[in-house]
């Protein structure tokens, strides 16, 4: 089958070409000036009201019978991105607006790997490496990703509060460090 789509929304512009011969997908989507003044983000541990434009796109095949077959890239990168009404584990922290915040997965070889993913702000850093290994039943692709953030240093004292004076997963140089395992469906950090 064939799909075309050529969408303007929030204040942006979509567009998605996607064909599928049954056993392999081809897709390939782009999105420019997508507003991103009217979503909130709510993790399990982090919150915040997003205000910025969201570009980037996707070409992707995908073989629906071994995902080890599969390839491409996706880049995303939101430009002006703010924060207000940022809370990290329960903190809230003040608007934060972001010099860098870009998101960049290589496909190859049965996996998704994250490279030169970073947020950076004079607030608070944020980094995520790692790779996701794919499943041709996506929900059940197994994740090995590396997350670290790091807050300046007057709004450390805030998280000492949450993780203690002299939590493990905190490096000599302020940067607090998870590991997210298990599945697109069930992560566990």
């Not at 929304?9 to 011969?21: C, H, K, P, R, T």
């Not at 960049?104 to 607030?123: L, M, N, P, Q």
């Not at 850093?125 to 794919?134: F, P, R, T």
């Given at each position: 089958?064939?799909?075309?789509?050529?969408?303007?929304?929030?204040?942006?512009?979509?567009?998605?070409?996607?064909?599928?011969?049954?056993e392999?997908?081809r897709?390939h989507?782009?999105l420019?000036k997508?507003?991103?003044d009217?979503?909130?983000i709510?993790l399990?541990?982090?919150t915040a009201?997003?205000?910025?434009?969201?570009k980037?796109?996707?070409?992707?095949?995908?073989?629906?019978?071994?995902a080890?077959k599969?390839?491409?890239s996706?880049?995303?990168?939101?430009n002006g991105?703010i924060?207000?009404?940022?809370?990290?584990?329960?903190?809230?922290?003040?608007?934060?607006?972001f010099?860098?915040?870009?998101?960049?997965?290589?496909?190859s070889?049965?996996?998704?790997?994250?490279?030169?993913?970073?947020?950076d702000?004079?607030?608070?850093?944020?980094?995520?490496?790692?790779?996701?290994?794919?499943?041709?039943?996506?929900?059940?692709?197994?994740?090995?990703?590396?997350?670290?953030?790091k807050?300046?240093?007057?709004?450390?004292?805030?998280?000492k509060?949450?993780?203690?004076?002299n939590?493990?997963?905190?490096?000599?140089?302020?940067?607090?460090?998870y590991?997210?395992?298990?599945t697109?469906?069930?992560?566990?950090?």
């Amino acid at each position: 089958g064939h799909l075309e789509i050529d969408a303007e929304l929030y204040d942006g512009e979509f567009d998605l070409l996607a064909e599928s011969d049954g056993e392999v997908s081809r897709i390939h989507s782009a999105l420019e000036k997508l507003s991103l003044d009217d979503y909130t983000i709510a993790l399990r541990s982090f919150t915040a009201n997003p205000k910025g434009k969201l570009k980037g796109g996707s070409d992707i095949t995908w073989h629906w019978e071994d995902a080890k077959k599969s390839s491409g890239s996706i880049d995303m990168v939101a430009n002006g991105l703010i924060l207000d009404g940022l809370t990290v584990a329960g903190f809230g922290l003040p608007e934060t607006a972001f010099d860098r915040s870009e998101v960049h997965i290589k496909i190859s070889r049965g996996r998704a790997e994250f490279r030169d993913t970073a947020f950076d702000s004079d607030v608070v850093q944020g980094v995520v490496e790692g790779y996701i290994n794919l499943n041709t039943e996506l929900p059940r692709s197994r994740l090995a990703l590396r997350m670290r953030f790091k807050v300046r240093d007057d709004l450390d004292g805030l998280l000492k509060v949450q993780f203690g004076s002299n939590p493990r997963h905190k490096d000599a140089r302020g940067w607090y460090h998870y590991q997210v395992n298990g599945t697109l469906k069930r992560p566990r950090l």
